[in-house]
């Protein structure tokens, strides 16, 4: 062959190539099911980006799924005092966490005085354990990761790898920042020989990762946990996670304080006595108390209701009385009991 039909033959041979590669790539776009979330989620990432105000700060494909999970502490509206009869876990969180941060240079000269890479918090569920992270970042100024398990799983192999990986690299970039996981004994439960290659591959990713995080002592990202089942954690997890926080059932003064605080913007009557209400809610969870506290208002929305229909003169809807209080206690009381049965069938 001549020279001419040489360099012919390699340009046609390139052609083919780049439009072999291309139409292959747009057939696998194409029959992609998460290619629309994947776009989404990219144009997510982008809106947050501006409005956390960060610049200049180069992302890549992984990072901006997972920036997509993003909050910015500016807007979040928790705060410390939003948060009900859990003084002493609050006390210690600004002691050992958020001091070392906002005060660095008072600790640069001490490693036992770093804040901790791993925080778990355990106990009963809605007793205010995502409350407590969000106001932790919020009262700290940390940008906040709201990681779910579903976002590093992916159909490709070695994918969760590398979005694992994007997870640590990401916080790293947008530090200071906290890593939140939901009931994370459901991402990194206890291994065992059964697990699929790919999810065991993902946890040991993650938590070597986890590793290079104590390796920086200068590194301002932190990893907080929130689980109602402590005991199903790895014990390498738990490893990673010295600081940690019980948040039991409130007790009866931590659920006055509580209702007190459900009920400081409601319209209540003079003599609603809500030291009663927290002795007859026992074993109630924060988040029972405020279900408890709706079911009472919308009694109040149904009275005004029929009272409209007899005389539509009146329109006001009436302070919530203790009687309304002590109906939605026994109907909170018997949905439990009804559900604690049907558990037992």
Known sequence: LGRNEVIGLLFRLTIFGAVTYFTIKWMVDAIDPTRKQKVEAQKQAEKLMRQIGVKNVKLSEYEMSIAAHLVDPLTMQITWRDIAGLDEVITELKETVILPVQKRHLFQGSRLLQPPKGVLLYGPPGCGKTLIAKATAKEAGFRFINLQPSTLTDKWYGESQKLAAAVFSLAVKLQPSIIFVDEIDSFLRSRSSSDHEATA?????????????????????????????????????????????????????????????????????????????????????????????????????????????????????????????????????????????????
């Not at 790895?234 to 009866?252: C, E, G, V, Y």
């Not at 919308?298 to 409209?308: A, I, K, N, P």
Request: charged share 30%.
């Open 201 to 345: 591959m993902m946890k040991a990713q993650f938590m070597s990762l986890w590793d290079g995080l104590d390796t920086d002592h200068h590194c301002q990202v932190i990893i907080m946990g929130a689980t109602n089942r402590p005991q199903d954690l790895d014990s390498a997890i738990l490893r990673r996670m010295p600081t940690r926080f019980h948040i039991n059932q409130p007790s009866m003064r931590q659920r006055e304080q509580i209702l007190k605080l459900i009920l400081e913007d409601e319209s209540v009557d003079l003599s609603v006595n809500l030291l009663d209400v927290a002795k007859e809610t026992d074993g109630f969870s924060g988040s029972d108390l405020r279900e408890m506290c709706r079911d009472a208002a919308l009694l109040c929305v149904r009275d005004f209701v029929h009272t409209q229909s007899d005389s539509p003169s009146e329109d006001f809807i009436r302070p919530i009385h203790q009687s309304d209080l002590e109906k939605a206690i026994d109907r909170n009381k018997n949905m439990k009991q009804r559900l604690v049965c049907e558990s037992f069938k």
